[in-house]
């Protein structure tokens, strides 16, 4: 059954860090916000549930656990999946110190997605949106929601340890963003880094909760996306363009990924 319960900021004051919008929400099958832009910082963790995030000529398929940042003025589009669409918190805030807390957290370094954060943060965004309120009192608990809530990624980021298969990871991405548009395998990439495919298959779950052919279609749709925006090449250019020989599979990969054909996905461009 699908919900929405929200709060939103009447007005707009200065201030090192402000809550301006939190909410909890279930969301129906196929529901989506954008392309569009904020005027401020959005988070929004999902509880449970998959959807896909499409940023910076980038697309996203998020699940539980995984947390995403809308940036001030940065265009996004995201959208619930239509067999198990999610469920999730957000907290919209801005101020003088936003930006620099940010930085202090995984998103640092343009980051949008943290898989597998902190169910602490789930926690802090609906205790920000239950003391969600325009009086005095309110507002502080809101704030002091929220510098919580950044205090839990900073924390968590200076805490992780550096995981002893991350350089291997590291090259295998790599491997995956130069050789996208060719015919590679797995095999392909657990041969350049000198690893076994089982091995690199537990080492991209560990550490970015994905396989490494999760990764390699994540790559080749970004890519594919920003090809049929030019709207000068066909489908059937666009998939050879990004490794896939055969069109029909490359349409369904999309819809599935994305949540709309090559050619809606095209035509939305316009």
Not at 142 to 169: A, C, F, K, N, Q
Request: charged residues 25%.
């Amino acid at each position: 059954m699908e919900y929405k319960y929200s709060y939103r900021r009447p007005e707009r004051t200065p201030g090192a860090l402000t809550v301006v919008s939190a909410g909890v929400q279930r969301c129906q099958p196929g529901h989506s916000w954008g392309p569009g832009v904020r005027d401020h910082y959005l988070l929004h963790y999902v509880v449970r549930g998959e959807g896909i995030l499409i940023c910076r000529e980038q697309t996203h398929a998020l699940g539980a656990g995984d947390l995403f940042l809308a940036a001030p003025d940065e265009t996004i589009f995201y959208r619930a999946d239509d067999v198990h669409p999610w469920e999730y918190r957000w907290t919209g805030f801005y101020g003088s110190e936003a930006g620099m807390l940010l930085g202090q957290t995984d998103f640092a370094d343009g980051r949008l997605v943290l898989h597998g954060a902190s169910m602490q943060i789930a926690d802090e965004m609906t205790a920000i949106y239950e003391a969600g309120g325009n009086r005095p009192e309110q507002n502080a608990f809101m704030t002091g929601g929220m510098y919580r809530l950044l205090g839990i990624l900073i924390r968590d980021r200076t805490l992780r340890p550096t995981h002893p298969g991350s350089e291997s990871v590291n090259r295998a991405v790599e491997f995956i963003q130069g050789n996208y548009a060719l015919s590679i395998s797995v095999e392909d990439i657990a041969r350049h880094v000198g690893l076994s495919r089982s091995r690199l298959y537990r080492l991209f779950r560990e550490q970015l909760r994905l396989s490494p052919v999760d990764v390699l279609t994540q790559v080749r749709m970004r890519q594919a996306c920003m090809l049929l925006r030019r709207r000068s090449m066909s489908i059937k250019a666009v998939a050879a363009s990004v490794g896939y020989e055969d069109q029909l599979y490359f349409s369904r990969r999309f819809r599935e990924i994305v949540g709309m054909s090559p050619r809606e996905y095209a035509q939305s461009a316009e």
